[in-house]
């Protein structure tokens, strides 16, 4: 199992910012996978999940109405659209899954236990 983050980067507050995930070794078909993040001094968070299954999403209520998550399934791939982007949203943004359920609520509220490495978030003012 592998989860290749790419997509981080520098952006204005206010900016966009698209990541992405490549899966590879499992199907997205029932998995849930999402995004984490890690922002200097605060504990570890989940930003969005969603249900390879249903596509359901779940979204941390920071992010709510600025991000969006999605799946290209044909790609095995999944997307996070973050738009309006705050200072506050800096940080190392890591894409899990977990490949034993498919609750995108679940994921985003427990620690996955599929990794893939950071891609750093930096938001100036």
């Known amino acids: 199992v592998q989860l290749q983050a790419s997509g981080g980067g520098l952006v204005q507050a206010g900016g966009s910012l698209r990541l992405s995930c490549q899966a590879s070794?499992?199907?997205?078909?029932?998995?849930?996978i999402g995004w984490f993040r890690q922002a200097p001094g605060k504990e570890r968070e989940g930003v969005s999940c969603?249900?390879?299954?249903?596509?359901?999403?779940d979204y941390s209520d920071s992010v709510k109405g600025r991000f969006t998550i999605s799946i290209d399934k044909a790609k095995n791939t999944v997307y996070l659209q973050m738009n309006n982007l705050r200072v506050e949203d800096t940080g190392l943004y890591y894409c899990?899954?977990?490949?034993?359920?498919?609750?995108?609520?679940?994921?985003?509220?427990?620690?996955?236990?599929?990794w893939g490495q950071g891609t750093l978030v930096t938001v100036s003012s």
């Open positions: 899990a899954a977990d490949l034993n359920h498919s609750s995108s609520y679940a994921l985003c509220h427990s620690s996955p236990s599929n």
């Open positions: 070794g499992f199907t997205l078909n029932r998995p849930a």
């Open positions: 969603v249900s390879s299954l249903n596509e359901i999403t």
